[in-house]
């Protein structure tokens, strides 16, 4: 069983267009996360959901908005895409905000052109 | 959260110890190391973390040294699955901490 799954795995969209990414993780975890990784590789927080409440919030635009049902689903939706969002997002989860490790899902792609 | 410092690149024949070397020379007292991997196309994954003593478990070992301002990262028998990229850092684990990747070291395990 997928402990972090991410859908879709890929997303290729046109400049202007509204999309979302959806999360969800089966470890019964109370915090969850949203990381962007660039082309150059480097990867970056972006959001941090604990217990559905917004803990982190990394200078975004207020163009991604990411919205948390319960604890076990982190939706990522992002309006007026951009080419500039172009990259690989990943989600994660752990238990609590303490040592506690993250478990990151396999990505998802998103293309802008 | 402190800096860290790793080569960029490095080598590892199949079958040898793998040591990965990060220096954070700047943590602090409640601040932990965390050692993650990211092979290609994959999200990153966990391997080990530690305070002050060094810790095994069944993937590597990590060695911190007594002043904590350098650790290394120990994979006791390399094999071509392990080529990823490592990342070493150093989170304080107080309200709302959260892991800052930096460049990583690609490790290439070769035959």
């Known amino acids: 069983d997928t402990a972090v799954s991410q859908t879709p795995k890929y997303l290729v969209t046109q400049m202007g267009n509204d999309k979302s990414i959806k999360c969800e993780q089966n470890?019964?975890?109370?915090?969850m996360y949203w990381y962007k990784q660039d082309s150059k590789k480097f990867l970056k927080i972006m959001f941090s959901?604990?217990?559905?409440?917004?803990?982190i919030n990394e200078t975004v635009p207020n163009r991604f908005s990411p919205k948390s049902p319960d604890k076990a689903h982190l939706n990522l939706h992002i309006n007026s895409l951009e080419l500039g969002d172009s990259a690989v997002y990943f989600c994660?989860?752990?238990?609590?905000?303490?040592?506690?490790?993250?478990?990151f899902g396999n990505g998802t792609r998103l293309t802008v052109t | 959260d402190a800096k860290t410092t790793q080569p960029p690149s490095m080598d590892c024949a199949e079958g040898r110890a793998a040591n990965l070397p990060c220096n954070h020379s700047t943590i602090s007292g409640n601040e932990y190391v965390y050692w993650y991997r990211q092979i290609h196309s994959q999200g990153p994954q966990y391997i080990i973390h530690?305070?002050?003593n060094n810790e095994t478990n069944e993937m590597a070992s990590l060695i911190i040294t007594e002043d904590r301002k350098s650790s290394t990262l120990i994979l006791p028998h390399a094999t071509l699955r392990d080529t990823a990229v490592y990342y070493c850092?150093?989170?304080?684990?107080?309200?709302?901490?959260?892991?800052?990747f930096g460049t990583g070291t690609r490790l290439q395990v070769t035959l």
């Open positions: 850092i150093v989170r304080y684990t107080g309200t709302a901490s959260k892991l800052t």
């Open positions: 994660a989860s752990s238990q609590g905000e303490g040592n506690s490790p993250l478990h």
């Open positions: 470890l019964g975890h109370d915090t």
């Open positions: 959901y604990n217990n559905k409440e917004l803990i």
């Open positions: 530690g305070l002050k």
